[in-house]
Nanobody, 123 residues
Framework: QVQLVESGGGLVQAGGSLRLSCAAS????????MGWFRQAPGKEREFVAA????????YAADSVKGRFTISRDNAKNTVYLQMNSLKPEDTAVYYC????????????????WGQGTQVTVSS
C-alpha cells in the first residue's frame, strides 16, 4: 500500500506560478512511476504529467508542455509539479498517483491516489 498526500495548491493570478508536492509513504518510492492528473468541475479527470521511477523519463500533456515540469526526489519520497504561466483553464483539483512499473498517461493504469489539492487561477 502506498499513501500519497498532495500539498501546495491555492489561489493564484493568471501568469503566476505554483509548485505542488506529493509525499509518499508505505512502500519503496523509487519502485513507482508517478503521475499528476487534474479534474475540473463537470469534466473528466485528465492527465497532466508523469515521471519514471528514476526520474530519467518524463511525459507531459500538450496543454501544459513548456509551462509545467514534473520532477521527483527519491531520497525525500516526493514528486513535484512546478506550474508556471498559469491560466484560468488550469483551475482544477490536482491529484498525484503511483503505479509500479513504467509511466503511463492513462489514469486507470495507476493503483494509488492522493486526496487532491485545489488549484484556482483567477483571470
Amino acid at each position: 500500500q502506498v499513501q500519497l498526500v498532495e500539498s501546495g495548491g491555492g489561489l493564484v493570478q493568471a501568469g503566476g506560478s505554483l509548485r505542488l508536492s506529493c509525499a509518499a509513504s508505505g512502500r519503496t518510492f523509487s519502485n513507482y512511476a508517478m503521475g499528476w492528473f487534474r479534474q475540473a468541475p463537470g469534466k473528466e479527470r485528465e492527465f497532466v504529467a508523469a515521471i519514471s521511477t528514476s526520474g530519467g523519463s518524463t511525459y507531459a500533456a500538450d496543454s501544459v508542455k513548456g509551462r509545467f515540469t514534473i520532477s521527483r526526489d527519491n531520497a525525500k519520497n516526493t514528486v513535484y509539479l512546478q506550474m508556471n504561466s498559469l491560466k484560468p483553464e488550469d483551475t482544477a483539483v490536482y491529484y498525484c498517483a503511483a503505479r509500479g512499473g513504467v509511466l503511463y498517461s492513462t489514469s486507470t493504469k495507476y493503483d494509488y491516489w492522493g486526496q487532491g489539492t485545489q488549484v484556482t487561477v483567477s483571470s
